[in-house]
């Protein structure tokens, strides 16, 4: 297996990711609807932290998951996250390996793939989508978002989140710049400040600092929708402009 790509910056992304996900849930809810146990296990592509397991139980009671997470950091937060609910426990298998090599069901009966794709270069991503569509029940449901940029552009370094854990502020920004025609370069920095002290200056003192380096794959809504209906699926723009929904067509008698 390659590098764990989260081996520098794991143990601040679930903390980073709360408030995404207060904002995907719904979405993701509502794009599950329809999704039934007996169709098969849902699938979490880059399931992560664990974050959208609640999310997908929660939506489809008693259907058994598997969690697909490559990264070693990332499952242990997984772990923690399932290990205290007797119900994910019985739920959830974990799969310690990526969407493309993930050993799926011949049957499954929904998928989501959550702020993952962008790993995936354009081949794989297209026979994501057919292995994808030869398993997936008819209807079942699988669910994908899109994070930006959709097209490899300098992107100077913003700041992007900032979290208080009791003394401590943590802040994440980020940097990208296109690695040839279909990518872009990132380079996250994670700063924890001491914000312990009354004056601002004080405040702003780096207790530590990780950077990390990734490539990721852009693309845009009509690409995506487009690879999708050529698999064979039905796809549609979900709503928040962030979550697309697509259906496998249904057998033509």
């Known amino acids: 297996m390659d590098r764990d790509e989260y081996h520098e910056s794991g143990e601040f992304l679930d903390l980073f ?11 993701v809810r509502a794009a599950l ?8 296990p849902l699938v979490d592509l880059g399931a992560g932290s664990g974050l959208g397991i609640r999310v997908i139980a929660g939506a489809v009671p008693d259907a058994h998951i598997l969690a697909v997470e490559p990264s070693a950091m990332q499952r242990a937060a997984l772990f923690a996250r399932i290990g205290p609910d007797p119900d994910l426990r019985e739920r959830v298998t974990v799969l310690a390996t990526d969407a493309q090599h993930a050993p799926l069901p011949d049957r499954i009966g929904g998928a989501i ?4 794709i962008g ?9 994501l989508w057919r292995r994808l569509g030869d398993r997936l029940a008819p209807d079942a449901p699988l669910v994908v978002n ?7 552009v300098v992107l100077p370094e913003t700041d992007f989140i900032s ?12 940097a990208a710049e296109p690695d040839g025609t279909q990518a872009v370069a990132w380079r996250m920095r994670y700063r924890v400040l001491d914000g312990s002290g009354r004056d601002a200056d004080e405040a702003d ?23 999708l209906r050529a698999a064979g699926f039905v796809a549609a723009l979900g709503p928040l402009d962030m979550v697309r929904a697509v259906v496998r067509r249904k057998p033509v008698p």
Not at 17 to 27: G, H, T, V
Not at 33 to 40: H, K, N, R, S, Y
Not at 113 to 116: E, G, K, P, S, V
């Open 146 to 152: 899109l994070q930006p940029p959709s097209e490899p």
């Open 205 to 227: 003192r780096v207790v530590r600092e990780i950077t990390a380096e990734y490539r990721w794959h852009v693309l845009s809504p009509a690409t995506l929708l487009s690879e």
């Open 33 to 40: 609807a329809g999704a039934a146990p007996v169709d098969g």
């Open 113 to 116: 793939a959550m702020n993952m």
């Open 17 to 27: 990711s709360q408030d995404a996900w207060r904002a995907l849930a719904d979405p």
């Open 163 to 174: 979290v208080r854990v009791g003394r401590h502020v943590y802040l994440g920004s980020g």
């Open 119 to 127: 790993h995936l270069d354009p081949d794989a991503r297209r026979a």
